[in-house]
């Protein structure tokens, strides 16, 4: 198999279609999912799980039929995983890491 790969400049931008049956012009904002990916992928993420994702889920009062130590559970490892992000990006980027 011959691997052929480009450095990625700039933002790179992404469409999925979600709707197993087909893209209508009517519902194309639910039918399609799109975005862009930075020239860092796992900083985005990081970023993205840490400084916004994080915040809201541990501010969300309305977790369903969750019980509180799940929810509890959940927010414990989605921060220990964004720990795990930071890690990972500052060894990618040469620097240590941090404690």
């Not at 990916?37 to 994080?54: M, Q, R, V």
């Not at 959940?74 to 404690?99: D, Q």
């Given at each position: 198999?011959?691997?052929?790969?480009?450095?990625?400049?700039?933002?790179?931008?992404?469409?999925?279609?979600?709707?197993?049956?087909?893209?209508?012009?009517?519902?194309?904002?639910?039918?399609?999912?799109?975005?862009?990916?930075?020239?860092n992928p796992l900083?985005?993420?990081?970023?993205?799980?840490?400084?916004?994702?994080?915040?809201?889920?541990?501010?969300?009062?309305?977790?369903?039929?969750?019980?509180?130590?799940?929810?509890?559970?959940?927010?414990?490892?989605?921060?220990?995983?964004?720990?795990?992000?930071?890690?990972?990006?500052?060894?990618?980027?040469?620097?240590?890491?941090?404690?």
């Amino acid at each position: 198999m011959n691997k052929q790969t480009e450095k990625m400049e700039g933002k790179v931008c992404y469409f999925a279609r979600v709707n197993p049956k087909g893209v209508a012009d009517k519902t194309i904002e639910t039918d399609v999912l799109s975005g862009t990916i930075s020239t860092n992928p796992l900083e985005a993420y990081k970023s993205l799980l840490g400084d916004l994702f994080l915040p809201i889920l541990d501010t969300q009062d309305n977790w369903g039929k969750c019980q509180s130590d799940q929810h509890v559970e959940f927010i414990t490892g989605a921060t220990k995983f964004g720990h795990t992000l930071t890690e990972a990006v500052a060894s990618l980027e040469g620097g240590a890491c941090p404690p």
